[in-house]
Structures are given as C-alpha cells and as structure tokens.
C-alpha cells in the first residue's frame, strides 16, 4: 500500500514532481502581475510636468541630443556646432524650457562675440534679451535696423519661434531730448525702435497675437543719465520673452 500511496502521490515538491507543481508556476504568474500593476498605478500618478522639466535640464545640461519633441510638448532650437552643421532640439516645459532658451541665446551671443553688446537677463518676468539700441542695432537718432544686427536677431527670433512663449519688445532712450521731424520726442523714437524689431520679427512668422510693441522713453533708466558710457548703457531695446502676457493677465483679472 505503501509503494502505491507513492506512486500515485499528490506533493512531491520541485523534485518530487507532484500533482500541485502547477501551483508554483501560478504563484511566480501572480507575483509578477502584482508587480506589473503595481508600476501601472506608479506611472499613472507620474507628474509629468515634473518629469519633462527634470529631463529637458538634464538634456540642457548635457548639451542636448537630437530628438523630436514628445507630442503635445514644445520644443526649443539648441544651436550646433560653430560650422552650423546641426540643430538638436531640446523638449520641456516651464522652467526647464526657459532655461533652455536663455542658453540658447547666450551660446548665439558667445558665437557672435558680442557679449558687450547683447545679454541675456532672467527675471520673475522670464528671459529679456538687451540690445545696446545704438552702435548694433540703430544708428544714432534712427529707428531703421542695421543690417549687421538681422542675423543673430534672426536666430534670436528663431529660437522663440520654437515655443509659445510671448515676446515683449521695449524701447529705451537716455535723458537727454530728442526733436526731429521724424521723433519729436525720446517716446516716438523707443515706440519706433521697438516697432521696427517687432515688424521683423513678424517677418520671421511670429504670430502677432504673441508680441507687443512698447516705448518707454527714459522713464526706466538702467544707469545714470550724467555721463555719455552710462546714457548709451541706457539707450537700449529688450526682448523679453515671458510665459504670462500682459494681455491673459488683464483678462484674468477682469473675468476672475
């Protein structure tokens, strides 16, 4: 009875090769969908505007490589080599894509070697590109742009092509007074300046619901007005590129 008993025996384990060996390949089956729902529900709860900003720094600070954006994202040109053989774009959101853009600009700027007459400004408002208003970009007294200036403001403009964002362009002038018969005041000529840069940056197929044009005259001053190096500092144009624009802000507060 006993040689029967184990012959037809139910256990066995691993190497007894019982009737209940299946039990062990369901119990490993289970174990790995546990585990297969258990990262299901992890990604599911994934703040993924946290991660795309995490992953656009990370791809910034490594130079960034040559994907295409994830869909529904945005995307922001990085600047190749110097022979301008490459483009790489670099995706993100937020702060991660205007941290982007920011060493987009500086890297143009350095290529450019006009690091005395451009620069590159964060702020609570975004990213504002300066431009010294006379030298490189307008002649004295003038609203007509350089050609020397239409490269690297092309490439700028490019740049913020890539994303949503909105651009703000501000025109300054120094203290001292301005009367011609084209700009009888310093508030025609900084209107006129910032103007001009928007009409080329139109030009590049920015929309216009996205820029706006500003004069401000030498209401803001950035220096001294007492001497000629801190009033050319003061004559200046800035594009500001920022993410909240004056217009969704005054509708959010009027239809709160």
């Known amino acids: 009875m006993a040689k029967k008993h184990q012959e037809s025996g139910g256990g066995g384990g691993h190497d007894g090769g019982g009737s209940m060996r299946w039990l062990l390949t369901y119990a490993d089956m289970i174990t790995l969908l546990v585990a297969f729902f258990v990262m299901l529900y992890s990604l ?10 995490v992953a656009g720094a990370l791809r910034m600070n490594f130079g960034g490589t040559e994907k ?35 060493a987009n600009i ?41 050609p020397s200036v239409l490269p690297i403001l092309k490439q700028v403009g490019e740049i913020v092509a890539g994303t949503q964002y909105s651009v703000r362009v501000e025109g300054h002038t120094c203290s001292l007074p301005m009367a011609s018969a084209r700009f009888p005041s310093n508030w025609e000529l900084s209107s006129a300046r910032a103007s001009a840069v928007v009409r080329y940056l139109l030009s590049l197929g920015i929309p216009a619901h996205r820029l706006t044009a500003v004069g401000y ?20 144009v800035d594009i500001v590129i920022t993410e909240s624009p004056e217009e969704k802000l005054l509708q959010d507060i009027l239809n709160p």
């Open 44 to 53: 599911s709860i994934l703040d993924l505007k946290k991660f795309q900003a």
């Open 217 to 236: 005259a030498d209401a803001h001053p950035i220096a001294p007005q007492d001497n000629e190096a801190d009033r050319r500092r003061n004559r200046r």
């Open 106 to 146: 500086k890297k143009l700027i350095e290529r450019a070697g006009l690091q005395g007459s451009l620069s590159v400004i964060p702020s609570e408002r975004g990213v504002t590109v300066r431009f010294a208003a006379e030298g490189i970009m307008f002649p004295p007294g003038s609203a007509d742009l350089q």
């Open 68 to 102: 295409t954006m994830p869909e529904g994202g945005k995307g922001v040109l990085m600047p190749g080599p110097a022979d301008g053989t490459k483009i790489a774009i670099v995706s993100g959101s937020g702060v991660a894509q205007m941290s982007a853009v920011a």
